[in-house]
């Protein structure tokens, strides 16, 4: 408990940082006394209670500060020693492409963030985003990490629009939950349903694609967020699969800055890859010495989390969400291809790597007890390939399914009937607790 324990001071010299590791079990407060400070490029109002659990952060200052820390940590330390330079270093570069883009009136930057797992790619893509932001730009953020699910759910790959600063307690939390409820642009979402790009590389690129076009067509229409640009997380791949996939992103997302974070070979790689490409620049950038790695339970953790603050909200915003009886015949529920029907199972003379991409209906409705569902913005009449190639208006979670009934129970972050009626199922299950 926060208030259990006396609260603390920690002195922060300029350039420096306090380090912290706050368990799902306790609560951490840290408070902004004197100086100025920032968690992940977004500033701390001074005086103001920020309270923590399940995260790993660092208060940065560039200038010195004292904080006021209570709760348990269950790690707690100060460093001095960050890549911080670097990477304001880094957004002055990419401010520079964005005055060039608005000369000429052109595209802003394209900036895909790659390394491999926990070196920090999340976080300095949200630094660069919220240093964006405090510029006046209104950069893209795109996150291609499907076990993550920074803005709206885990499996879905999205992109949104950064109007409004990062949240210090929840980073992409409060921005996912209050666009939940219609209160801000909700983001550009499409579902993939699995963890890792490499469960089903066809699929990945096909999802990408669609989100790259779409991202496409809306800057074409607005001139602040073209000029800013985008940002792109994305996952911790650095095998073959990496390779493969991070060339189709750069393909489809017209990438013309790659920051290549804690990882040489892959540098040299890619700088190697793309030698003969004048229009693309590989930088490197270093890991910093406070990113933790994250082992198989906490990523679940953070996943669960993440699915329960999208029906429940945060401490700070809570939702309510409702629960309802739906008949079978309400919902068409789809999942893709490949992992549904060993390669004997499909029809005759179907390629396997087809199948990898193609809707399939599923009927034993059991299979989607403790699933969670993408509502596909599309109509009913639509066909399947129309489908694949529908946005995500929401999520819903199958509670219980009744065969005898033919009845299910389903939680909905909005009451009422559901917008559409095709769902996609992936690979996430949750058991609300
Ligand atoms: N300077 C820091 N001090 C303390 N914790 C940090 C620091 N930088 C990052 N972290 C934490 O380390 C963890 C890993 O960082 P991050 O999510 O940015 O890595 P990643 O490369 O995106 O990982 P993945 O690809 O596996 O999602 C996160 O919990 C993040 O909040």
């Avoid at 000369?103 to 930057?109: K, S, T, V």
């Avoid at 930088?283 to 994250?294: D, N, Y």
């Avoid at 009937?417 to 299950?429: D, E, S, T």
Wanted: aromatic fraction near 8%.
């Amino acid at each position: 408990m926060t208030d259990s324990l006396p609260p603390r001071t920690v002195v922060l010299e300029p350039d420096s940082e306090f380090r912290f590791e706050v368990d799902f079990k306790n609560n951490a407060s840290i408070k902004l006394i004197k100086g100025t400070a920032e968690i992940f490029g977004t500033e701390l109002a001074e005086g103001n209670e920020y309270s923590f659990c399940g995260r790993k952060a660092a208060v940065y200052t560039w200038h010195g500060c004292t904080l006021e820390i209570q709760g348990s940590f269950l790690v707690e330390y100060t460093a001095n020693e960050t890549p911080m330079v670097s990477y304001l270093n880094a957004h002055l570069a990419i401010q520079d492409l964005r005055i060039k883009a608005k000369q000429a009136n052109d595209m802003g930057p394209r900036i895909l963030v790659v390394g491999p797992h926990d070196v920090g790619k999340t976080s300095l893509c949200k630094i660069l985003a919220s240093y964006g932001y405090r510029q006046g730009e209104k950069p893209l953020y795109v996150s291609l990490d499907t076990a993550e699910g920074a803005i709206t759910m885990p499996g879905a790959v999205t992109a949104t629009t950064i109007n409004h600063l990062l949240d210090v307690e929840e980073g992409f939390g409060s921005s996912a939950t209050t666009a939940a409820i219609g209160s801000v642009a909700v983001p550009l979402a499409y579902y993939y349903g699995y963890e890792s790009p490499a469960d089903n590389v066809k699929y990945y690129k096909l999802v990408t694609e669609k989100l790259a076009s779409t991202i496409q067509r809306r800057l074409a229409a607005d001139d602040e967020s073209r000029i800013s640009g985008s940002i792109i997380d994305t996952f911790g791949l650095v095998d073959h699969v990496g390779y493969e996939v991070t060339q189709h992103l750069v393909d489809v997302f017209a990438v013309n800055v790659i920051i290549v974070l804690g990882h040489e070979r892959l540098y040299s790689d890619l700088t190697r890859i793309y030698n003969d490409r004048q229009d693309i620049s590989v930088v490197k950038l270093h890991k910093s010495g406070g990113v933790v790695e994250r082992d198989r339970a906490f990523r679940t953790q953070t996943q669960k989390a993440k699915i329960h603050e999208y029906f429940y909200g945060t401490s700070n915003y809570e939702l309510a969400p409702y629960s309802m009886l739906l008949n079978f015949s309400d919902l068409h529920v789809w999942r893709v291809g490949e992992t549904v029907a060993p390669t004997s199972a499909m029809p005759m003379g179907m390629d396997p790597q087809q199948a990898e991409s193609e809707l399939v209906k599923v009927t034993n409705l059991d299979m989607c007890l403790h699933s969670i569902l993408a509502i596909l913005d599309a109509e009913d009449t639509e066909t399947e390939e129309q489908l694949l190639d529908s946005n995500v208006l929401g999520f819903i979670y199958i509670s219980d399914v009744n065969e005898n009934t033919r009845k299910m129970t389903v939680l909905s972050p909005a009451p009422g009937r559901l917008p559409r009626n095709h769902v996609l199922m992936g690979a996430f299950k949750w058991l609300e607790t």
